[in-house]
C-alpha cells in the first residue's frame, strides 16, 4: 500500500512552511445547527439509539488576494421555517438556520459580491446550500465530486456557475496559506481544506471527512459513506499533514468543538 508521506510527496509538498501567511483572518460562520435521530448512522455499531447535537460552519476566509468562502451550510431559506428543515431519515439530522448567512456577511461587512472564490468540501444539501448567493464566484470542486451524478441524474451545480476542477490538493493562492487537500471516500470527491494564519498557526478544516471527535479517535466510517478504504486513507492523510504542520482539526460537525471556538464577528488571525 503507497504510503501517506510518498502521496504528500508525490504531490509536491514541502515540509518547509511559507515564510509569510497570505491568510489575514477565518471567521467561523453558523451555517446551521440541528439534532441527529441516530448517531450510530454515523457510527456503525455505536451509540445506538443515541441522539446528538450537531453544527454546521461555514468560514470566511480573509487573503491578501481576496474573500475566499468555504462551505456554504443549510438553505438561508429554512431561517423562516418555524419548524426548521426536518430529515426524509429518522435517524439523519433536523436542521435550523437560527442565522442566515447572509446576515453574518452583512455583520462582518462582506457583500455576496466581494467574494471572489469559493469552494465546498461536497456536495449533500448542509454544506451547498447557498452556492447560488454568490453566481460569479469561482468554484474549486474536485472533477469526481462535480461530476458524480445527483438526485435523476441532475447536475449538481448550475451549469452556467464558474468552476474549476481539480484533480488533488491545489495550493490556491501559491503561497502555502491555503491548501485544498483531496480527501476522498465519504463522497467520490470530497475535499478539506489547509488554512495557515500567521498567529493562530495551522488548521484543517475536515468538511465531513470526520463527523465528531470520537470517529476520529477511532477511525469510524459512516456506513453511507461512499467508499470506506479511500475514508480510513484520507484520515491518514489529514493526520499526516496536522502531524507535519503541527495543525489543529477543526471538525465541521462537532458541537463540542465549536462551542470553544470563536464565532463571527470575531475572528482568528
Not at 56 to 67: P, T, V
Not at 68 to 74: A, M, V
Not at 176 to 186: A, M, N, Q, R
Amino acid at each position: 500500500m503507497i504510503s501517506v508521506v510518498a502521496v504528500l510527496l508525490s504531490a509536491g509538498w514541502s515540509a518547509v512552511a511559507a515564510a509569510q501567511s497570505g491568510v489575514e483572518k477565518l471567521y467561523v460562520l453558523n451555517c446551521g445547527e440541528g439534532t441527529a435521530g441516530d448517531i450510530s448512522r454515523w457510527s456503525p455499531g455505536v451509540n445506538e439509539g443515541q441522539s446528538m447535537a450537531f453544527v454546521d460552519n461555514c468560514y470566511l476566509i480573509k487573503h491578501a488576494q481576496g474573500w475566499f468562502l468555504w462551505d456554504t451550510g443549510i438553505p438561508d431559506a429554512v431561517a423562516a421555517m418555524p419548524d426548521g428543515l426536518p430529515a426524509a431519515d429518522p435517524k439523519a439530522v433536523h436542521w435550523y438556520r437560527p442565522k442566515t448567512l447572509a446576515a453574518q456577511l452583512d455583520q462582518i461587512g462582506v457583500k455576496p459580491s466581494d467574494i471572489k472564490a469559493m469552494a465546498v468540501s461536497h456536495t449533500h444539501p448542509d454544506h451547498i446550500g447557498n452556492v447560488e448567493m454568490f453566481p460569479t464566484a469561482m468554484l474549486y470542486v474536485q472533477k469526481a465530486e462535480y461530476e458524480w451524478p445527483g438526485a435523476n441524474n441532475q447536475p449538481r451545480f448550475k451549469p452556467e456557475h464558474p468552476v474549476t476542477l481539480l484533480e488533488g490538493d491545489r495550493d490556491l493562492f501559491g503561497d502555502g496559506s491555503l491548501v485544498i487537500l483531496s480527501t476522498p471516500g465519504h463522497t467520490p470527491g470530497h475535499q478539506s481544506l489547509l488554512v495557515k494564519l500567521p498567529k493562530t498557526g495551522g488548521v484543517v478544516l475536515s468538511g465531513d471527512a470526520v463527523h465528531f471527535k470520537s470517529n476520529w479517535d477511532n477511525r469510524r466510517v459512516p456506513a453511507l459513506n461512499f467508499s470506506k478504504e479511500a475514508s480510513v486513507f484520507s484520515m491518514e492523510k489529514i493526520d499526516a499533514i496536522l502531524q507535519r504542520d503541527h495543525a489543529q482539526l477543526w471538525i465541521n460537525h462537532d458541537k463540542a468543538q465549536r462551542d470553544g471556538l470563536k464565532l463571527a464577528p470575531e475572528f482568528y488571525e
